[in-house]
Every structure is written in C-alpha cells, then in structure tokens.
C-alpha cells in the first residue's frame, strides 16, 4: 500500500527530506527536484558543503547533480543548505557555503527557473535569502516547527528512525560473535555439499541445491514480512497479535547458508528476479537451468531501459534488503561480495546511489572481480540512473504545495 504525503510548503519539506536521506545531514548541500503537475518530490540529492564550494570541480558537480534532477523530470529545484555556519556574517566558513549554494544556483536556474535555498542548523531553520528578524531571526525558527509538521509526525508514526550520520546510516553492524560462528559452520557445511555434488558431478544433485536455496529464500523474506506485519499491530488473516517473540525471524544459521548459497551465480540471479514484478516463475527456471535468456532480459529491461522501467516495490525490496543485511551481518568476511552487490543494486534501483556506492565499495573490496558488481559500478560511474527515474510516466508519491 502506497502511502500520500502532501507536504505543504518549505516547514513541510524541511521536514520529510532527512527522512529521504535516511539520516540528518551535516555540512550539506541537499538539492531536491519537484515535478510536475503539482511539485511533487522527485530525485534528492546530497552533496559535501566542501565538494560543491570547490571553485574547480563545484561547478561540474552542480551541472552533473541539475542534469540527474533534470532527466528524473524536474521542472523546479529547491535546495536545502545543512550548515553552521553564520551565513549573515562575513567569514571563511559562509563564504564557502555561500559559493556552493551559488555553483548550484548558477546549474539549475537556467533550465529551471528561480531557486529557493533553506538552511538547516542545529539550532533552527531559515530562508538563505531572508534577512528580516521577524521572518528569519538569526538562530533560524525553532526545529520543533519540523519535528511537529504534519510530515514529521506522520514519519515518525510510520516508524521511519533518523540516523545522526551518513556513516551510521550506511553501516551494516556485524552480529554477535556466537551468531557469527553459527553461521559461518552453516556456509561451510553448504560449501562442503556442493564441492562434494561437484566433484560427483551429479546434475541432479546440483539443481536440488539451488532450489532448496531458492527456497530458503523465501521463507527468510516471509518471516521478515511476519515480523514487520506484527510490529506494525496486525495479521494479514485478521487473528490475534501475537508479541514479537512469537514471529520467527531468519536465523543465524539461515542466514549462513544463504551467504553460501548466493555464491551460486543462477541463485543469486534468482533472488534478483524475484524482486522485480511480473517475473512470475522465472526465479524458479533460474535455478532448475532452464532456457531462460530471454525471461531474465526483459527482467533485467525492467530495471534498467526507460522503455519499460518499472519502479521497486518497497513491500518487496524492503524485506529482501533486511535478509541480505542479514547476510552480511553474519557471514564471515570474504563471503558477502554477492550479497552487498545484490544490496548495491537494490539501492541503486531505489535511485540512493550514495548507498550503492558503499555496497559497492565493500563488495570490490571483497572480491576486485566479482562482475555484477563492475558491471554496476560501470553504470554509477557513467552516471546511469535506474529506467523509472528516466521514465516519464513514472511519478513520485510526495507533493509539494
């Protein structure tokens, strides 16, 4: 179930753009695209004060975030400036926020017309070019009129959680050290079996292990759909509410077998398949090595080509991220390159490609050759946004008045 924001004015999108980034942002520039008919919030984009200010690359940095913003099908940007800065002052720090707000001012307003700039400090909010005490006295208006807007409220009453830093936000924590061995002897029994069938080479025995895998899968998915159904204060079939402690979640030596089981090229394309709609039982004729080329094209076409690019679903991708965060969280390291590249697609897809980098990042750090994850970073690098983000007919669910 899709849920309407309606954020009506600047409080209202002050509001709801941390949540977006998943985290409050610190020494930032926030740039926020709005599309037609109605301003709704597209593409949010966040680049280091520090970067944008730069007097050689700040420009080309704002130019490539406006074209990005552009192509989400932007017709207004808004930008949102997280600093400390004393902004009405004379000094090397304003200066320097100062010149980055100009760097993006100077790349969108061509194409887009006027560009409002807020600021965000620790100690209040305020419109950059407002120097009236009445409107926007020097502290900026009290942040309690963002946490108390009708978007605040309604994020935290859904259980959206802020991050303190882009760092938190992005880390995957390890599990507890017993968990960690438990599900380390898992993946090396899984490992032990397939170089057992291997050395056999017992067909049957190979596609028995990638169903069972495939399968695996899925009940770790539904028992995270479970648990967020419970915490959320309802069942499915209308019966009771049971507490947390009687929803089964993945565990340890589940999520152990996975990380094994991902290593397996058709079960970690099968996983992929089943998060992209109208798939069917592709995922299933993935693993058993049936002729599926053509199946999986015009999956993977949905990801990526405008053409027939179909936006995530977060009911499906938001479970499958909890399992593959499992996964990296037990599994030794060394074995979680498929998982984070599983995970950097995910992101990707989801148009975060500061969160895609770092899956990535940690993913070649796992393993420099592992091909879905260069074939990934290929398209980051050349600035490739996901076929929804392309596609006209795709629009957000947020609205600005």
Known sequence: MTTLIRAQGPRELLAYVPFRLGYRPRDSVVLVGLRPPRGRIGLVVRVDVADAADVEHGPQLARSVV??????????????????????????AAARVRAAVEHCREAAEPHHGPVEAWVVSSTGWYALDCAEDDCCPPEG????????????????????????????????????????????????????RARSVAAGDDVAARVAARVSALALWRTAVAQVVARDRERDGGRADGGPVRDGAGVAVPAATVL??????????????????????????LPDRTVRGGDVDAGTGRAIAAVVDPGAGLAPDPAVTGPARAVLEGVVAH???????????????????HGDGGRARRRLAEALAEDPTYRLALLLASALDAGVPPGWVRADACADTHDVG
């Open 331 to 349: 599994a030794p390291r060394g074995s979680t390159a498929p998982a984070l590249t599983l995970l950097a697609l995910v992101a990707w897809w």
């Open 67 to 92: 074209g990005h913003l552009a192509a989400d099908g932007a017709r207004r940007v808004v930008l949102v400036v997280y600093s400390d800065a004393p902004l009405r002052a004379a000094g090397v």
């Open 256 to 281: 152990g077998r996975l990380a094994a089981s991902l290593e397996s090229v058709p079960v970690r394309d099968a996983v992929l398949l089943s998060l992209v709609p109208g798939t069917d039982d």
């Open 141 to 192: 208006r009290s942040l309690r009129e963002l946490e108390s807007s009708e978007v605040g409220a309604h994020m935290v009453l859904s259980g959206a959680a802020l991050a303190d830093s882009r760092e938190e936000a992005l880390r995957i924590p390890p599990a507890g050290a017993d968990a960690r061995r438990r599900a380390a002897r898992a993946a090396r029994r899984v490992r032990d």
